[in-house]
């Protein structure tokens, strides 16, 4: 896994695309995820570190739990893999 891919819909420029990296490590619990945030120019998702037995359906469970907390989900498109 090297990425994922996310689409939303916007309401200046009708539809975004942004990258988030997927981060695999072996020196934390196998079944953990991890967000990594960015601090500038704004504070928001750059990556995630996940262990090593972490699969894609929960990723993207992880990623709609994180959309739903931030006000988001109603205007995600799509969310994909990309390898």
Do not use: A
Request: aromatic share 10%; charged share 30%; with cysteine.
């Amino acid at each position: 896994m090297t990425s994922i891919w996310i689409e939303l819909k916007c309401p200046d420029h009708g539809l975004e695309r942004f990258k988030v990296r997927i981060i695999k490590k072996y020196n934390i619990k196998p079944d953990e995820i991890t967000p990594k945030f960015r601090t500038r120019p704004k504070y928001e998702l750059s990556s995630i570190v996940v262990g090593r037995n972490v699969q894609y359906n929960q990723l993207t469970d992880y990623l709609v739990r994180y959309f739903e907390e931030t006000g988001l989900k109603d205007r995600v498109l799509s969310i994909r893999l990309q390898v």
